[in-house]
């Protein structure tokens, strides 16, 4: 297969670049549409001063919210996860081992060159796969149909989707301490005159 096999998958890996870039997006995004209706049905805008502000969720809508965009980001970048894995998985017909113990006796530590030997024919031959993403998703979509494209996402999404909850709940408190720190310099630092 050439030294460029030892690449193989790096397209869909640069392509998959996108998954982190759609999941912060969409966090962004529906953290923005939560936090607008949160502020809506408060009743007393200072009841509760670390509710909304500061553009800070509580650890629940954050945990939510996150889990939303991971889910939404893994479905949109799946079939790239899938052709990326396929694409490595990919195996020539047949590699001979390079080196095969004496036969009749002697020493088993010795080896010798197995360059001059026919490969067995009890080999089952496997028939080429597409070695591209593109190539791949064309062949799942062709002999199997669109549902193909998303074989296994259940466990990804269960492994990726809790990850993400999560990190972004403790983004958010993580960001909640830090402002707080942050306010308590700037009250205690000297002014400057």
Known sequence: RGIGSLWDGTGASLLLVSNPVIQHYAYEALKQYYLRIARRHQRKPSANPS??????????PAFVVGAAAKALA?????????AQVRLRQTKPTHIPPLFTPIRGGGDPSRTESHTNQTPPQTQPQ???????????????????GFGAWYTGIHAKLLQ????AAF???TYEQILVVVRKVLRNRRRISPSRT
């Open 51 to 60: 509710s909304t502000a500061g553009n800070v969720l509580h650890p629940l």
């Open 74 to 82: 893994t479905v949109l970048t799946y079939p790239l996860q899938l």
């Open 126 to 144: 496997i028939q080429p796969q597409p070695q591209t993403t593109a190539g791949i998703l064309r062949e799942l979509f062709r002999t199997r």
């Open 160 to 163: 990726t989707v809790l990850t």
């Open 167 to 169: 990190t972004f709940l």
